[in-house]
């Protein structure tokens, strides 16, 4: 099953620079957070990457293409441009295709815009900057007893904003700015399960956005499931955010590292 990664938006400015970086290059520890969050799927055998590129594309692109010859041991000849690895890494299986979708489109437009690298069947779907010990192999199961279009994950952080609101164990109604005192909702904390038929919801077109009219959509349709995650789940969306993780990693407390 492939994973599809969206790795779009405007960025984050860290450690008072003026310039954004894309959130998944924001290194925790010695590694970006996108890489950490590929790492999460591959811990499980998934190694088969679809990103989604937006603005800072470029420095995703170089990363991963220079990859081997920065994380390796290796020995250069000069005079012979001669490169010989002593080591080797263990993400050597990963497969990863980038994909230009846009630096101003909506996360479903750059879903849509990925369709052609699919292979038809089921895939996973997450996003760059969000970080969960979920069991990747339990929300596979879950997806494929319930048999929805959208397999979501839910989480409940302090701060809530996608939020599905839940009647009968199944989403009733979606709201994209949750309600902050609600204690009946799931807020959607990506790593996802998507049939194929997701394609019929979702436009080639930039103000295609897969967490408002889509969402809402599938759910009066009875097309979503929210695989419940109460475990460790956290976001980047400040310097604070990204303070903590690091401090987690330099504890080696990488919850999200640890296969359940």
């Not at 164990?169 to 005192?181: C, S, V």
Request: charged share 25%; hydrophobic share 35%; with cysteine.
């Amino acid at each position: 099953m492939k994973i599809v990664i969206l790795c779009g938006g405007k960025g984050i400015r860290l450690n008072n620079s003026l310039e954004f970086i894309p959130k998944g290059m924001a290194k925790i520890g010695p590694r970006p957070l996108l890489w950490h969050v590929m790492k999460i799927y591959s811990q499980y055998g998934f190694n088969e990457f679809v990103l989604a590129l937006g603005s800072g594309g470029k420095a995703i692109r170089d990363y991963f293409i220079h990859y081997d010859e920065n994380v390796n041991d290796l020995t250069l000849t000069l005079g012979e441009s001669k490169l010989e690895y002593a080591t080797q890494h263990q993400e050597e299986k990963w497969k990863i295709t980038f994909v230009e979708t846009g630096e101003e489109s909506g996360t479903g437009a750059r879903l849509f815009r990925c369709q052609k690298y699919l292979d038809g069947n089921d895939f996973m779907l997450a996003y760059s900057d969000c970080l969960a010990n979920i069991d990747i192999a339990e929300l596979i199961a879950f997806h494929k007893k319930h048999d929805t279009v959208a397999t979501v994950s839910g989480v409940m952080p302090p701060f809530r904003y996608g939020e599905f609101i839940m009647g009968k164990n199944e989403p009733i109604e979606y709201n994209d700015t949750a309600r902050l005192k609600s204690q009946e909702g799931w807020v959607n904390g990506g790593f996802m399960v998507l049939k194929p038929e997701i394609f019929k919801y979702l436009t080639p077109y930039n103000e295609c956005v897969l967490e408002k009219e889509v969402f809402k959509q599938l759910v009066k349709e009875k097309k979503v499931s929210i695989f419940g995650h109460e475990g460790f789940w956290q976001c980047l969306d400040n310097e604070r955010e990204y303070l903590s993780l690091n401090q987690l990693t330099a504890k080696n407390s990488e919850f999200w590292l640890h296969k359940k």
